[in-house]
Nanobody, 119 residues
Framework: QVQLVESGGGLVQPGGSLRLSCAASGSIANINAMGWYRQAPGKQRELVATITRDGGTNYDHSVKGRFTISRDIVKNMVYLQGNSLKPEDTGLYYC?????????????WGQGTQVTVSS
């Protein structure tokens, strides 16, 4: 079992920045990817960014160049730095962990942290 706790969300003006954190605990062995997803009211949950255990990253086109995902292996944490934030970035941001146990894939989600970009 993996538990995820997000933090760092809040209200920020357009053009501002936020840094989200996600702490993983529990049975964290064999985690091969961590990431961030977001969901705006009335919309589907969408990928923001992912990072593999080896450090490879992937970003949605809407945040490319503005967001940076990183991880601290020792602390079992993943971060999302968002710059030049837009109102369209508003949503509930979820931390995501992918774990492989044998040939089975498990996905875990945090409860989310709210990001609101508004003037």
């Amino acid at each position: 079992q993996v538990q995820l706790v997000e933090s760092g969300g809040g209200l920020v003006q357009p053009g501002g920045s936020l840094r989200l954190s996600c702490a993983a605990s529990g049975s964290i062995a064999n985690i091969n990817a961590m990431g961030w997803y977001r969901q705006a009211p009335g919309k589907q949950r969408e990928l923001v960014a992912t990072i593999t255990r080896d450090g490879g990253t992937n970003y949605d086109h809407s945040v490319k160049g503005r967001f940076t995902i990183s991880r601290d292996i020792v602390k079992n944490m993943v971060y999302l730095q968002g710059n030049s934030l837009k109102p369209e970035d508003t949503g509930l941001y979820y931390c995501n962990v992918r774990q492989m146990v044998g040939s089975f894939r498990y996905v875990y989600w945090g409860q989310g942290t709210q990001v609101t970009v508004s003037s």
